[in-house]
């Protein structure tokens, strides 16, 4: 069965530094997310992506975030100067479309440590 | 704003000790209601969608319900591996799915 895939599945870094997570959704989504989990804590929308544009975004994705499809098959999630508050899970999602009917598939999530 | 509750927090159950969890939501406009599992350091799995009030789906020994204010999760007969924690979110934008913060279910053999 066809699955999300996110590189690396562990990354730490220090405090100020980019970090760039990687994703590579279901080849025949259209849709494509990021969302967050600080540990304990509920799973927390960060922003679609659809159309090479962003499509909504949460309070969260300042302007320290960022995404990109730089190809057809890769989405990737660019946080320009981490902070220790950015050490969480995060994951990627894709859907074929925004509706009830198509449920969004995650994958296995980038664990992000700063510190 | 979108409102998604989960109750209880946790869950003990012995093994084929049957129960329920509960999602109750506040949206306007809801467009979607569903449920993944997610097990420790993996990232959600989907398991239903359910749209309209009175709505059920039902996987193994999972079934799901829908009214218009709450959904829940009815577990029957568990075995230790439907230990996990279960989401609740749901779609009220054209994009965005809400989470709960989840069951965490333990199921004893």
């Known amino acids: 069965e066809p699955e999300v895939t996110q590189t690396p599945s562990h990354q730490v870094t220090q405090m100020g530094q980019e970090v760039i997570l990687r994703c590579v959704p279901i080849?025949?989504?259209?849709?494509f997310y990021w969302y967050r989990q600080i540990l304990g804590q509920k799973v927390e929308f960060l922003v679609s992506?659809?159309?090479?544009?962003?499509?909504?975004k949460s309070e969260i994705f300042d302007d320290q975030f960022s995404v990109e499809r730089p190809d057809g098959s890769n989405f990737t999630l660019k946080i320009r100067s981490t902070k220790l508050e950015d050490s969480a899970m995060y994951f990627c999602a894709s859907r074929t479309k925004p509706s009830y009917n198509s449920p969004l598939h995650f994958g296995n999530g980038t664990r992000l440590t700063v510190t | 704003e979108d409102q998604v509750t989960q109750s209880p927090e946790a869950l003990r159950l012995q093994e084929g000790e049957s129960s329920s969890l509960n999602c109750s939501y506040t949206v306007s406009g809801l467009r979607g209601l569903f449920w993944y599992r997610q097990d420790p350091g993996k990232g959600p799995e989907f398991l239903f969608t359910l749209y309209s009030a009175g709505e059920e789906k039902e996987k193994e020994r999972l079934k799901a319900t829908l009214t218009k204010k709450e959904s829940f999760l009815h577990i029957t007969a568990p075995k230790p591996e439907d230990s996990a924690t279960y989401l609740c979110?749901?779609?009220?934008?054209?994009?965005?799915?809400?989470f709960g913060a989840g069951t965490t279910v333990t199921v004893r053999a």
């Open positions: 979110a749901v779609q009220a934008s054209d994009y965005k799915l809400s």
């Open positions: 992506f659809y159309n090479n544009e962003i499509s909504e």
């Open positions: 080849s025949n989504h259209l849709y």
